[in-house]
């Protein structure tokens, strides 16, 4: 079967074309309805939940539809050669992108004109083949065709008529509204709208000629198939027979060498294409003129940042054309990436069941005439942005970040544009409605014979729109940006006669191209200098990595956006998480072991060349914008190609052809004589010797492999499952669409969804568990909030992609919840309608019992409300924030709220409890009517809920949140309610309450506040009034009534004037309660909080200290200020976003604070003297009275200065403390003391102070610390460590004091 007289194997995959197609109507089966169209229908039912049989009787005749706007079958009528063995030809894929609408007729008075179209076939193994067709029509000859029209029309028009006079309210298309019923003429009226009749009418069918070549050369095919049609329709035979001219495209074309022109000749002219050199762009030939033309570029911007974030893209168009130069356009522009997944520029009515897919997709649509996109239904439309190319239109996506630097970037292409008289917010005008309308006009002006003195140049497009505001706003941008206008007012070099030569129209759209494309990808080498330090190349040879890639870690992401600058991070986070970006890091890998892919050769190269010019530090990251320098040299290579040819391809010849075949009939494209085009010459090394190196031959082979991809061996099998990894599905094959198939590539989209489930929560899971998962085997584990941040979103791009895969489109609308709004979100419809039915559930039970707060007793015996798990009360906290505006943004909110209360596997599993409520949004296929599958992945969702997430709480920073707080007494010792006027103040990482004054005789109170984001502190004092005013605090629980996390801050001390350290207020140190369901209270383990809190009260008294607590030795004492200086090091050296709280570090259970205190307490000679407390705060006051009386001795001025600089300091700090406003009792004023010596960097010069004045040695026993030289100093040069670090201490700990 294939062409055995194809060149020799080093040059056969060089060839121009593979393949030339005619397609057309069989004459012999006559008129036959398209299959395709049927099963579009039965498709079309399923999606809408129409039982099948329905759907039977509607296809077939459609007697609604006149018979000229039928589809009916076509064929692929010949294909020569018959099969190429490393491109094999298929016939259903390629019949159905030539025609992607079937037949068409047309009488003579419709519309006839040829119509230009390209598509693009991607195989399995992600190779593509490019096909260029040209499609006519062909006057039918065939009487029994005419016949059955006429048949057809007959049947149409009485069906029309009958259901005419059938309606009483006669409600008929416009055309009929007039017809009173039972009028005589309206049959008359009907026929004379919509008739063929065989004597009076012509009738032309369409009719298509098609070239498939393997590099998509757009410009060459369009001018050989513009030629060849009119070598058909000319009053003149072509010099040749057509057979010479296609036999010559096929067999003796050969494809230009990198770097090289090439000219070959059409029928009439000769055609000239070019390729890109082996360090240049790859070879694209869509016009981006166009592209801009028809979307704008804030629009196309915005599509591109859509694509590299590998969104769902459907293009809508009414031409086939656009969608394709759209859809390679865009795809172009992403060098060095690639686009991975489902790619279909033109989708054939007949897969249009993959719209459902629940994976990233690159699609056009093509709309029909008048219907506009509300009545456009599609599956999903939370991650879709849709893109109407004919109304200049797009919708996007909600929270998706911008592209880095966006405005420089369009403010750069802008000047591009604008050199070659393109406006920037695109053009309209220039589409083709616009142009034959202008090419009306000026045949108006010709006929009315009054235009004599108006010259047909100075008709140019720009004098047409003149007076539009877009040209306004245009030339204002142009003098900004100091472009001179007088490029746009003559946009095109014009010839004497006013024609444009067509050959220069083309060399300013192919220099365009190229510099678009340079700045383009000058971004990408800009935003990605660096990127190969942080490659992570693990595994010693190729198959150890394919072997294991699954498990490896490829990328340091966490380094990578460490090292960029902040305004690249949102847009960043994203795109490295993208299948595009791993693949690209997957061929940096593998080219340690063989040939770059090409894509990344022409990268690296640019880096260098960066690097070269520009020697700077990977470190010292800037986002300043820096422009492409590389326009000019990349606009002449292809001039210079262009005007200097580097090859010329033989001319068509005579072949040796049978006498009186392929006989010339205007108008008829004639029968070809198969033999000849079936097999090339038998030896055509005549081209190939033109290259006469090896070298040469190898850059063939190696660009026909790049381009290509034709290895299928194991190894490849083994690549692709690597790169197939989250992207289970790759391309749609177009030749079989059984229901089977259909079924199968669903139950794909199941598993995928499954296996990037378990993917995602993994990672997650890794990422979050840090070292104990490292400790594990689960390889190295760091993870910012701004990472962390981008896998939760990409976690709600799953589910929202889970809960479309599979959805019934037509859904009733709820009137109440008003129209359907852009952020379109199935998951939030589904809960909104399990919402809604529970809801009627409980109006409608007979005798509705309040579901009160639970308490549970605490060891004090103090209650503390429990919090009850609802769906519905999660929902409704969503659907009171005014902030969020659509239901995407609503859905992604309750899923955080969900996973930070740890209640989201919970949830979904209720939801989809609801079994009757599945069935009716859901088709039996859908992914979460898939039983196994469905508890699969609740369960993969539910090992979530080993780690703390705050990703509701850090994300919502501006709502407002309901608290309650509750204080427990210790009654054992104290009163369990004060007579005093009691005070509390929380503070959290985002804000305070300020005080707020506890009602009195009550334990418990609730308060509204803007979030305070994770909570801190807790001040809690009162103003000693009444009988009972001391008060012996247990601990401070305050609980987010939204997602219930519940922090303890344990105190432990009296309140109170003469107790303990007579202070009136405390400030406590918060730490997070394990959650913990309604059933396990108390009994559930916990996790550990994401932050080291304390964990036990600390009870620093003297008393306690000295009497029933074991005292720390001394080695104990200085590990811990060793460990407790270490935390603080360790804090600062993680990137920001990484922090936990300094706070705790200070002041917590294992804080500095707490550390110095067992210094200080070590070896203190007597907890009472005379009956009463003695606290470090004494010895401290002590120390201060002896420092401002006696005169420093030093042994030089130097010492004596700095000596008595400390003194000076450290008196003013302690007096400042001791005169603040605030009721704080001793330990208090130590704590404040500590903060402040350490946030100034003063701690190492007071403690010598200390170490050295006379009271240490009254208060101190001989064998304290802090009378040992040794340890002072050492204790002195562990405090210098925290010198370096700019330390800020949260308001709350030193409020009131002013140093």
Request: charged share 25%; glycine share 6%; hydrophobic share 35%.
């Amino acid at each position: 079967m294939s062409g055995s007289g194809a060149p020799g194997p080093g040059a056969a995959p060089c060839r121009f074309a593979h393949y030339f197609v005619l397609c057309g109507i069989d004459a012999e089966s006559g008129l036959e309805p398209d299959e395709l169209a049927v099963l579009y229908k039965w498709l079309q039912a399923d999606l809408h939940g129409k039982s099948s049989d329905t759907a039977d009787k509607t296809s077939g005749e459609n007697f609604d539809q006149s018979p000229l706007r039928r589809t009916f079958k076509s064929k692929v009528l010949a294909h020569y050669p018959q099969n190429i063995e490393w491109n094999p030809f298929d016939q259903d894929a390629v019949n159905m992108l030539c025609m992607p609408k079937g037949l068409s007729f047309r009488t003579q008075a419709d519309n006839r004109d040829p119509q230009l179209h390209s598509f693009i076939i991607t195989r399995e193994d992600g190779s593509r083949t490019y096909g260029f067709v040209l499609t006519f029509y062909e006057e039918v000859t065939s009487k029994q065709i005419c016949t059955a029209m006429q048949t057809l029309y007959q049947m149409h028009n009485a069906e029309q008529y009958s259901s005419v006079c059938a309606s009483s309210s006669c409600s008929m298309d416009s055309l009929a509204s007039s017809i009173d019923e039972g009028d005589a003429t309206s049959l008359a009226k009907l026929q004379r709208y919509n008739s063929y009749d065989i004597s009076r009418d012509t009738l032309y069918v369409s009719k298509c000629i098609c070239l498939i070549t393997p590099l998509p050369f757009m410009q060459a095919c369009k001018k050989f198939l513009i030629q060849l049609y009119k070598a058909v329709t000319s009053q003149q035979p072509p010099p040749l027979p057509l057979e010479s001219y296609i036999h010559n495209i096929l067999y003796e074309v050969p494809l230009p060498p990198p770097g090289r022109s090439l000219k070959f000749y059409g029928v009439y002219e000769p055609i000239i294409c070019q390729r890109p050199g082996p360090n240049e762009l790859p070879l694209s030939d869509y016009p981006l003129r166009e592209v801009f033309e028809l979307l704008g570029l804030e629009n196309l911007v915005q599509v591109f940042t859509c694509v590299l974030l590998e969104m769902q893209i459907l293009l809508y168009s009414q031409d086939y054309q656009r969608l394709m130069t759209v859809a390679e356009g865009i795809t172009t522009l992403l060098f060095p990436f690639q686009w991975q997944h489902v790619y279909v520029p033109i989708l054939p009515a007949s897969l249009l069941h993959f719209l459902d897919a629940p994976v990233p997709y690159l699609m056009g649509l093509q709309s029909k005439e008048g219907t506009d996109r509300s009545k456009l239904e599609l599956p999903q439309e939370a991650n879709l942005c849709f893109v109407d190319i004919d109304n200049h239109f797009i919708e996007l996506p909600e929270e998706f970040p911008q592209f880095p630097n966006k405005l420089e970037f369009i403010q750069e292409i802008s000047e591009v544009l604008l050199q070659f008289g393109i406006p920037p917010e695109g053009n309209l005008h220039c589409s083709d409605s616009a142009t034959k309308l202008k090419n009306l006009v000026l045949s108006d002006l010709v006929n009315d014979k009054k235009n004599g003195n108006i010259p047909s140049n100075a008709l140019n497009m720009y004098e047409l729109l003149k007076g539009n505001e877009t040209i306004a706003r245009l030339q204002a941008l142009a003098k900004r940006t100091g472009v001179t206008m007088e490029k746009i007012t003559t946009p095109l070099t014009e010839k004497k006669d006013g024609k444009l030569s067509c050959e220069e129209l083309e060399l300013r759209d192919y220099k365009l191209n190229v510099q678009l494309r340079e700045v383009f990808a000058n971004r990408f080498t800009q935003m990605f200098a660096d990127y190969e330090a942080f490659v992570i190349q693990a595994a010693p040879d190729m198959e150890s990595w394919l072997t294991n890639r699954e498990q490896m870690q490829n990328f340091d992401k966490a380094s990578f956006l460490s090292d960029q600058p902040e305004p690249y991070l949102p847009f960043l986070s994203h795109f490295i998480e993208t299948q595009m970006f791993a693949t690209f890091i997957d061929n940096k890998i593998i080219s340690q072991w063989e040939e770059k892919d090409p894509f990344l050769r022409v990268f690296d190269s640019r880096i260098e060349k960066i690097k070269l010019y520009n020697v700077r530090a990977p470190a010292l990251r800037t986002s300043n914008y820096q422009k492409c320098s590389t326009l000019k040299e990349a606009a002449q290579s292809i001039e210079q190609r262009l005007m200097k040819i580097d090859h010329t391809a033989i001319h068509p010849h005579l072949l040796d052809m049978k006498i009186g075949q392929g006989k010339y009939e205007q108008g008829f494209f004639p029968k070809l004589q198969s033999d000849v085009l079936a097999t090339g010459p038998t030896n055509n090394n005549r081209w190939a010797s033109r290259s006469t190196t090896t070298q040469r031959r190898k850059d063939r082979l190696r660009q026909h492999s790049e381009h290509i991809g034709l290895d299928n061996d194991l190894r490849e099998k083994y690549m692709q499952e690597a790169r197939s990894l989250g992207k289970n599905l790759r391309q749609p094959k177009l030749s079989d669409l059984s229901p089977a198939v259909i079924a199968q590539t669903n139950w794909k989209f199941v598993e995928g969804l499954l296996k990037e489930c378990r993917m995602k929560t993994k990672r997650m899971l890794v990422e979050k568990m840090g070292h104990e998962a490292v400790e594990l085997g689960h390889g190295e584990a760091n993870i910012t909030g701004l990472e962390e941040n981008t896998l939760i979103a990409s976690l709600c791009d799953l589910l929202e992609r889970i809960w479309s895969h599979g959805l019934q489109v037509k859904q009733k609308e709820n009137p109440e919840r008003g129209q359907r709004n852009k952020g379109k979100s199935a998951l939030w419809s589904h809960l909104l309608q399990y919402q809604e039915r529970e809801e009627k559930q409980e109006h409608s039970a007979e005798s509705p019992v309040a579901v009160g707060t639970e308490r549970r007793k605490s060891d004090t015996g103090i209650t503390l409300p429990t919090l009850r798990v609802s769906l519905i009360q999660d929902m409704r906290h969503v659907q009171n924030m005014s902030e969020i505006k659509t239901d995407v943004g609503r859905a992604r909110a309750w899923i955080r709220l969900s996973l930070e209360k740890k209640l989201l596997s919970q949830h979904l599993k209720q939801l989809l409890s609801n079994q009757a409520l599945a069935k009716k949004l859901y088709k039996r296929y859908a992914f979460l009517r898939c039983e196994e599958e469905r508890e699969q992945f609740l369960y993969h969702l539910l090992s979530l809920n080993a780690v703390d997430y705050f990703c509701f709480t850090s994300v919502f920073t501006t709502i407002m949140i309901p608290y309650r707080s509750v204080i427990i007494p210790i009654k054992k010792l104290s009163n369990a309610i004060t007579t005093s006027n009691p005070w509390i103040c929380v503070s959290g990482e985002l804000g305070d309450t300020g005080v707020m004054q506890i009602p009195k005789n009550h334990l418990e109170m609730t308060f509204e506040c803007q979030n305070l984001g994770k909570l801190t502190t807790v001040q809690i004092g009162h103003d000693n009034s009444g009988l009972l005013a001391k008060w012996l605090v247990d601990c401070v629980m305050v609980r987010n009534e939204i997602t219930g996390h519940t922090y303890k801050f344990p105190c432990g001390r009296w309140l109170g004037k003469g107790v303990d350290d007579g202070s009136l207020e405390r400030i406590l140190i918060g730490e997070l309660v394990s959650s913990t369901s309604d059933e396990e209270l108390g009994k559930q383990c916990r996790t550990p909080p994401q932050q080291k809190s304390p964990t036990v009260a600390r009870r620093l008294s003297i008393t306690s200290l000295t009497g029933r607590n074991t005292k720390p030795n001394a080695g104990q004492i200085q590990e811990g200020i060793g460990e407790a200086v270490n935390n603080i090091v360790k804090h600062f050296h993680k990137p920001e976003k990484e922090r936990g709280s300094l706070t705790i570090l200070l002041c917590g259970e294992n804080g500095l604070v707490a550390a110095l205190e067992q210094v200080f307490h070590h070896g203190f000679k007597s907890a009472r003297i005379f009956h009463k407390n003695v606290f470090i705060w004494d010895f401290i006051e002590k120390a201060v009275a002896y420092l401002e009386t006696s005169d420093q001795i030093g042994d030089n001025e130097e010492a004596l200065l700095l000596q008595r600089s400390s003194c000076k300091t450290f008196c003013h700090y302690v007096n400042a403390i001791n005169t603040a406003p605030r009721n704080i009792g001793k330990d208090g004023k130590f704590q404040i003391l500590v903060c402040l010596g350490t946030r100034d960097h003063l701690l190492s010069q007071w403690i010598p102070l200390l170490a050295e004045c006379p009271p240490i040695t009254r208060m101190y026993e001989e064998n304290a610390l802090l009378r040992d030289r040794m340890t002072v100093n050492s204790l002195i040069r562990v405090l210098q460590t925290l010198q370096d670090f700019n330390i800020i201490l949260e308001g709350s700990l030193i409020k009131g004091v002013d140093v």
